[in-house]
Nanobody, 126 residues
Framework: VQLQASGGGLVQAGGSLRLSCAASGGTFSGYRMGWFRQAPGKEREFVAAIMWSSGIAYYEDSVKGRFTITRDRAKNTVYLQIDSLKPEDTAVYYC????????????????????WGQGTQVTVSS
């Protein structure tokens, strides 16, 4: 499985971005696709995830209402729409995928994901 993230950039606070994660090298039925981010000097943290088949989405509490994760099964692509960007959203954003997790709570855990993209930088200026 290969994941290719794109769509990052420099944007002013209050602006929007749409990140894309193109997936290849497998069939993703049953997969859980996630977005994580890592700011300088901080741990990688969960942002959002989506079940490939059902479209059920999960969000970290602090991004609910501003971030929207979707997937396009025909294009094998997962999107992260980010609205009302804040300077604290500045980070490298990574997409990730896993085909099986041990428990529901692993949805939110980076180490549970087996496949990772290369990351895309999002920088929000104030």
């Amino acid at each position: 499985v290969q994941l290719q993230a794109s769509g990052g950039g420099l944007v002013q606070a209050g602006g929007s971005l749409r990140l894309s994660c193109a997936a290849s090298g497998g069939t993703f039925s049953g997969y859980r696709m996630g977005w994580f981010r890592q700011a300088p000097g901080k741990e990688r943290e969960f942002v959002a995830a989506i079940m490939w088949s059902s479209g059920i989405a999960y969000y970290e509490d602090s991004v609910k209402g501003r971030f929207t994760i979707t997937r396009d099964r025909a294009k094998n692509t997962v999107y992260l729409q980010i609205d009302s960007l804040k300077p604290e959203d500045t980070a490298v954003y990574y997409c990730a995928a896993v085909d099986h997790i041990r428990s529901y709570s692993d949805t939110y855990v980076a180490t549970a994901y087996h496949h990772w993209g290369q990351g895309t930088q999002v920088t929000v200026s104030s």
